[in-house]
């Protein structure tokens, strides 16, 4: 029977079947960080009981680590616990930390594809609901729980049920200045927040195998935020270049012969999907949300809408009034007061080298507070081997060291009450960035353009 | 886990839809390292003023309205995968949690804490909604066994699909960890057959 890409990947890792068609479906990689994972030990140290695979867990420091001063210790004493407990953990069970000071500590989703670590056809979880993102490689990647993160650690294995399928098509050409993430903002305005719920995504079409690696990662890093379990991309020769030489990629025979495994798995060409959607690029402009959800977005160009359902209309009032917006109103030329370009869906040297050479020998507006925070060390230091960070700089914004920081507002990065921030991340719910806080989600091409106009303009016409 | 069976109690009604689990406890408050205390701060932003006073305009804080059933408008938890979302709904004192449509990770959380989730149709959420308007005391009757969700006092009453593994969780007390800790050695041979080249980070 013809298979589709998640079929061959869920069928590879069930290891038994439960009442009802539950499957024991066992994990390749186990991503922890220090705020879903602590309660996760307590309980294994509750029943006495090691981990049970450690070389298979990875940990970082990354949701509520300060993005200055990474090197002095951390004066939050709440951060400081939660991170010491990690550490203090790792050390216990015999994990890998990449923590903070380490050359490798960064955002969990971009440290994994930049170490190799993510690679085609593995099941990969992590107690964060981004872990979508690792999908780009061909891979069944999704956010758990934390009772989850310890089942995982005590077992190797999850209790699943098979999510149903969903394929979404983007064909064409993008126009100048769209970019991989408008085209998931394009999708998610059409399919609305919740339009891929119970659903496992696979993006294909010519627009999505046009994508680089880390444009494809942007695009499966928001499967969640139309409530995908998650999302996936077939693997091709784009991905396996990119994982070849990583430090934890397999190694010269191994590696072919692993690439000739990772050819076996692109969808069958007569498999079946339960939904099936396709868009076209060339109906993409760049996109910015107006509300309070990540579906509720439009083209720049375009107006906010009216309601479409009736029954919703609370909800969506509620939402303008948060945002100090109403339908009918037209976000260009809106004047805004920060930018953060950063998180695990927009923090790639991909994304910040389009930032640089957008800012290069400009200066940000003189009222706007912008931030740019990296994904990772490692990013780091590659932004600054290009002299990027001097760009930066030059232009006025602020460089920052690696870290989650304003995309949830865990650490001392938060945005002001009633304040406009265009954001790279992923989320624009209420209080996300900051109590009262007001986030309009572009991507990075589109922030940086608003650092340096003071406001929001349309970057296809720049 | 706290064995489900039978759950009779007034409901507190949130028609609000897409509530994301960043209203239900802020990032700010996820530094905690247990799993206590969560309730106090359960939908933060939409329960205080900054200055930590009420809201008198929020459901919570409106004495007329109490139980152990949390009633909400569709997709709800969605966003985050944070467990404490579950832990500070069952913490507040919640057993159950009703809407016409949950968030995956939200309802998997739910789950694995003994918190029901029940999913009900478009059309009895808003007849529960609309009972509870006309009488805020009106009892909800949640039985696990049978899958049914009554409304006290009328002929009300609708059928909920629940995952036959979980089902069984809950009316026993099971945790899933239980469960997986009993298939270690299936887990073992399987790992030994496995074609996957694993290749371990260390």
């Given at each position: 029977m013809a298979k589709t890409l998640f079929d061959k990947i869920w069928d590879n890792h069930v290891v038994n079947t439960v009442e009802g068609g539950t499957a024991v479906l066992y994990i390749d990689r186990h991503f922890i960080h220090e705020v879903t994972s602590p309660q996760a030990f307590d309980g294994l140290a509750s029943r006495n009981i090691p981990v049970f695979r450690t070389a298979q867990t990875i940990a970082t420091a990354d949701h509520n680590v300060p993005t200055v001063n990474q090197h002095l210790p951390i004066s939050e004493p709440l951060s400081k616990f939660q991170v010491d407990k990690l550490i203090e953990n790792c050390d216990k069970y015999g994990v890998s930390l990449y923590g903070l000071?380490?050359?490798?500590?960064?955002?969990v989703h971009v440290i994994g594809p930049e170490l190799g670590i993510t690679q085609p056809g593995m099941t990969i979880v992590c107690g964060d609901s981004h872990t979508s993102t690792h999908g780009a490689f061909g891979c069944i990647a999704f956010g758990i729980g934390t009772s989850q993160v310890e089942q995982v650690l005590a077992s190797q294995c999850l209790l699943q049920l098979k999510p149903k399928q969903m394929r979404i098509n983007v064909e064409g050409t993008l126009h100048q200045g769209v970019t991989a993430k408008d085209v998931i903002l394009y999708i998610i305005s059409k399919l609305t927040t919740s339009g891929g719920t119970g659903y496992f995504v696979e993006y294909a079409g010519s627009t999505i195998r046009n994508l680089s690696m880390e444009g494809r990662m942007t695009i499966c890093n928001m499967s969640i935020e139309m409530g995908a379990k998650g999302g996936l991309i077939a693997p091709d020769e784009k991905t396996f270049d990119y994982v070849n030489g990583k430090k934890y990629a397999p190694k010269n025979a191994a590696f072919d012969q692993t690439v000739s495994y990772w050819k076996t798995l692109p969808t069958d060409e007569n498999a079946s999907f339960d939904v099936e959607f396709t868009f076209q690029a060339s109906d993409i402009t760049p996109m910015v949300t107006y509300g309070t959800n990540p579906g509720m977005g439009m083209g720049v160009r375009q107006s906010i809408p009216q309601p479409l359902d009736p029954a919703n209309r609370n909800s969506f009032d509620k939402s303008l009034s948060y945002m100090g917006l109403h339908a009918g109103e037209s976000l260009l030329g809106k004047e805004i007061q920060h930018v953060f370009i950063g998180s695990c869906t927009n923090s790639r040297m991909e994304d910040l080298r389009l930032v640089a050479d957008y800012v290069k020998g400009k200066q940000k507006a003189a009222h706007v507070k912008a931030m740019i925070v990296p994904g990772s060390k490692q990013v780091e230091a590659q932004v600054i081997s290009e002299g990027l960070d001097l760009i930066f700089k030059t232009a006025g914004f602020d460089f920052r060291e690696p870290g989650c920081s304003a995309c949830l507002g865990m650490n001392e990065d938060k945005i002001p009450a009633n304040e406009y921030c265009v954001s790279t991340s992923n989320r624009n719910f209420e209080g996300r960035q900051g109590p009262g806080a007001r986030t309009i989600l572009t991507s990075p091409l589109m922030a940086a353009a608003a650092a340096i106009n003071g406001k929001i303009i349309d970057v296809s016409l720049d | 886990m706290e064995k489900f069976t039978l759950l009779q109690s007034t409901a507190v009604p949130l028609p609000n839809e897409d509530i994301d689990t960043d209203q239900i406890i802020?990032?700010?408050?996820?530094?905690?390292?247990?799993?206590?205390?969560f309730g106090d701060n359960l939908f933060r932003d939409w329960r205080y003023h900054p200055d930590g006073s009420q809201k008198s305009d929020f459901i919570l804080n409106n004495p007329i309205y109490k139980g152990a059933i949390l009633v909400a408008g569709r997709?709800?938890?969605?966003?985050?995968?944070?467990e404490h979302a579950a832990w500070a709904i069952a913490d507040y004192g919640f057993k159950a949690v009703v809407s016409s449509f949950f968030a995956d990770i939200f309802k998997g959380n739910a789950l694995n804490n003994g918190l029901l989730p029940v999913t009900v149709s478009d059309s009895f959420l808003n007849k529960i909604f609309e009972a509870i308007e006309n009488d805020p005391n009106a009892g909800l009757e949640i039985n696990l066994e049978n899958q049914s969700i009554s409304i006290s006092n009328s002929s009300e009453v609708e059928y909920f699909e629940m995952d036959p593994y979980k089902k069984i969780c809950l009316l026993n007390g099971y945790d899933d960890i239980d469960f997986l800790l009993s298939q270690k050695t299936i887990i073992s041979t399987f790992e030994k057959n496995n074609r996957y080249p694993f290749n371990p980070i260390n």
């Open positions: 000071g380490h050359p490798y500590q960064g955002i | 802020p990032a700010r408050f996820l530094k905690a390292t247990t799993r206590e205390g997709n709800f938890g969605c966003g985050s995968s944070r």
